[in-house]
């Protein structure tokens, strides 16, 4: 699986975005999806996660309320929308998948093991 994330830019705080993954080969429809940031100097932190059909959604507590994942089979394609966007949110944003098939559920989307094909990071500074 390979992965392109895109849709990150220069925005003020309290504006919106939308990021896109998009994931190439069949096994996307199979696999958990999910969103990571990293901001300099930190460690790489889980922002939220999908499964292959979209019925268990979980997003970080940082996050909730503001932002939501959601995927389209037929596309290939995750999204993040992100709303209300913080200074804090400033990081780079990476897509990730599971290993097709994997049984993935709300207490295993979270965790960084969980995925095996990683995008190359989307930019989000927010200024303030």
């Known amino acids: 699986v390979q992965l392109q994330a895109s849709g990150g830019g220069l925005v003020q705080a309290g504006d919106s975005l939308r990021l896109s993954c998009a994931a190439s080969g069949r096994a996307f429809s199979s696999s958990a999806m999910g969103w990571f940031r990293q901001a300099p100097g930190k460690e790489r932190e889980f922002i939220a996660g999908i499964t292959w059909n979209s019925g268990n959604v979980k997003h970080a507590d940082s996050v909730q309320g503001r932002f939501a994942v959601s995927r389209d089979n037929t596309k290939n394609t995750m999204y993040l929308q992100m709303n209300r966007l913080k200074p804090e949110d400033t990081a780079t944003y990476y897509c990730?998948?599971?290993?097709?098939?994997?049984?993935?559920?709300?207490?295993?989307?979270?965790?960084?093991?969980?995925?095996?094909?990683w995008g190359q990071g989307t930019l989000v500074t927010v200024s303030s």
């Open positions: 990730a998948a599971s290993i097709a098939g994997r049984m993935v559920g709300s207490a295993t989307l979270g965790s960084i093991h969980t995925y095996a094909y």
